[in-house]
């Protein structure tokens, strides 16, 4: 059983409306979480990163949110656009490095 | 600052045959790792090296994958004999030291006839 468990595995929204993505893990406790962005046919590239003890970080229209208790992340994307169109990948750290399977999401317009 | 790079972008090949792909890091990165994506899937890691020692080779399929960092710079992998289920995009991504954030290079498209 992975255990990082991304969801939706898809999602499909239309530009301008916000969403939030689902990360479910079982690595307690952890060094820290990212969230990275996955283009089509590009390597991943970081969006946040938390340790154990954050609770929230943001960067841009991007605000990830960690609940340790329930061992659970979520990314939102406000706002969204075109270009939000990706596969987001969470990745949880203690002595090695834990891939969730994506959440692959499409903005229409 | 120049990101990852790799080559090829693409390759197709026949199934038994060999094929190698190229990493070149981030300067300055002591942690190299080469990543396998099959569609749909997250990055599956199949080696780490920190310099030229390999950290974690656990997930190597070795009887037919071999990867070598032998400077401590850049990298090769290697598959010989390819099979079918081996079609997967083969990321490089490296860091500054070991569980720091990973920088990934646009990644090598096989697909093996």
């Known amino acids: 059983k992975n255990q990082v468990e991304q969801s939706p595995q898809s999602l499909i929204i239309l530009e301008g409306k916000n969403c939030t993505l689902q990360c479910n893990y079982t690595v307690s406790p952890f060094s820290n979480l990212r969230w990275y962005k996955q283009d089509t046919g590009r390597g991943p590239v970081s969006l946040t990163i938390m340790t154990f003890s954050e609770n929230t970080k943001s960067n841009g229209r991007y605000t990830a949110t960690l609940d340790a208790d329930t061992k659970q992340s979520s990314l939102h994307i406000t706002a969204s656009q075109l270009s939000d169109s990706a596969s987001y990948i969470c990745?949880?750290?203690?002595?090695?490095?834990?891939f969730g399977a994506g959440t692959r999401l499409t903005v229409k317009p | 600052e120049a990101g990852v790079a790799q080559s090829p972008r693409y390759k197709i090949i026949e199934k038994r045959q060999s094929v190698a792909f190229w990493c070149n890091p981030i300067s300055g990165h002591a942690t190299l790792y080469w990543y396998q994506q099959i569609l749909g899937q997250g990055p599956k890691l199949l080696i780490q090296f920190q310099n030229n020692g390999v950290v974690d080779d656990s997930q190597l399929p070795k009887d037919r994958f071999s990867a070598e960092r032998l400077k401590g710079v850049d990298s090769t992998l290697k598959i010989q004999p390819a099979k079918l289920e081996d079609s997967a995009v083969y990321l490089c991504?490296?860091?500054?030291?070991?569980?720091?954030?990973?920088?990934f290079g646009p990644g090598t498209r096989l697909l093996v006839l």
């Open positions: 991504a490296s860091s500054y030291q070991r569980l720091e954030t990973q920088y």
């Open positions: 990745v949880v750290s203690l002595n090695d490095m834990r």
